[in-house]
Protein backbone atom coordinates (compact mmCIF):
# COMPACT_ATOMS: atom_id res chain seq x y z
CA UNK A 1 0.00 0.00 0.00
CA UNK A 2 1.08 4.09 -0.84
CA UNK A 3 -0.87 5.95 0.25
CA UNK A 4 -0.41 9.58 -1.49
CA UNK A 5 -2.39 12.77 -1.74
CA UNK A 6 -1.59 16.13 -3.36
CA UNK A 7 0.69 19.17 -1.91
CA UNK A 8 -1.79 21.71 -0.41
CA UNK A 9 -0.54 24.55 -2.43
CA UNK A 10 -3.29 26.17 -4.60
CA UNK A 11 -5.59 23.09 -4.35
CA UNK A 12 -9.24 22.84 -3.00
CA UNK A 13 -10.26 22.35 0.47
CA UNK A 14 -10.87 18.71 0.41
CA UNK A 15 -8.43 16.04 -1.30
CA UNK A 16 -8.54 12.68 -1.93
CA UNK A 17 -6.06 10.50 0.00
CA UNK A 18 -5.45 7.30 -2.74
CA UNK A 19 -3.66 3.92 -2.73
CA UNK A 20 -1.31 4.03 -5.48
CA UNK A 21 -1.45 0.68 -5.51
CA UNK A 22 -5.27 -0.23 -5.69
CA UNK A 23 -6.05 3.44 -7.15
CA UNK A 24 -8.81 3.34 -4.34
CA UNK A 25 -9.90 6.72 -2.54
CA UNK A 26 -9.31 5.24 0.85
CA UNK A 27 -9.57 8.86 2.94
CA UNK A 28 -9.42 12.67 2.48
CA UNK A 29 -7.97 15.21 3.43
CA UNK A 30 -10.25 18.50 4.53
CA UNK A 31 -8.32 21.98 4.79
CA UNK A 32 -10.35 24.64 7.37
CA UNK A 33 -12.76 21.89 8.14
CA UNK A 34 -12.59 22.15 11.71
CA UNK A 35 -13.52 25.55 14.41
CA UNK A 36 -10.23 27.08 13.43
CA UNK A 37 -10.01 28.01 9.31
CA UNK A 38 -6.47 26.67 9.89
CA UNK A 39 -6.97 23.35 10.83
CA UNK A 40 -6.27 20.19 8.63
CA UNK A 41 -8.49 17.33 9.11
CA UNK A 42 -7.46 13.71 8.00
CA UNK A 43 -9.70 10.58 8.12
CA UNK A 44 -8.49 7.65 6.15
CA UNK A 45 -10.31 3.96 6.05
CA UNK A 46 -14.29 5.07 7.08
CA UNK A 47 -12.82 7.31 9.90
CA UNK A 48 -10.75 4.45 11.52
CA UNK A 49 -7.74 6.80 11.40
CA UNK A 50 -8.24 10.71 12.60
CA UNK A 51 -7.00 13.64 12.99
CA UNK A 52 -6.94 17.38 13.15
CA UNK A 53 -3.58 19.05 12.97
CA UNK A 54 -2.56 22.55 12.22
CA UNK A 55 0.70 21.90 9.94
CA UNK A 56 0.96 20.28 6.75
CA UNK A 57 4.21 18.32 7.62
CA UNK A 58 2.16 16.48 10.39
CA UNK A 59 -0.62 15.95 7.55
CA UNK A 60 1.89 14.10 5.91
CA UNK A 61 3.46 12.44 8.49
CA UNK A 62 0.24 11.18 9.86
CA UNK A 63 -0.75 9.69 6.41
CA UNK A 64 2.78 8.12 6.12
CA UNK A 65 2.76 6.50 9.92
CA UNK A 66 -0.79 5.32 9.04
CA UNK A 67 1.07 3.65 6.04
CA UNK A 68 3.59 2.20 7.25
CA UNK A 69 1.29 0.55 10.31
CA UNK A 70 -1.04 -0.91 7.69
CA UNK A 71 2.05 -2.26 5.79
CA UNK A 72 3.83 -4.42 8.27
CA UNK A 73 0.72 -5.98 9.30
CA UNK A 74 0.92 -7.04 5.40
CA UNK A 75 4.63 -8.67 5.94
CA UNK A 76 5.56 -12.15 6.17
CA UNK A 77 6.92 -12.05 9.31
CA UNK A 78 3.34 -10.90 11.22
CA UNK A 79 1.30 -13.34 8.95
CA UNK A 80 -0.65 -15.42 11.49
CA UNK A 81 0.33 -19.44 11.62
CA UNK A 82 -1.72 -22.09 11.34
CA UNK A 83 -1.83 -24.08 14.62
Known amino acids: MRLKFEHFDH ?5 AVLDEDTGNEVG ?3 IG ?3 DSSDIDVSLFDGKY ?15 GV ?6 G ?5 AAKAA
Not at 11 to 15: A, H, K
Not at 50 to 64: N, P
Open 28 to 30: AVL
Open 67 to 72: ESVLNQ
Open 11 to 15: TPDYL
Open 33 to 35: GGM
Open 74 to 78: EAPQY
Open 50 to 64: QIRVKRYDTAVGFVL
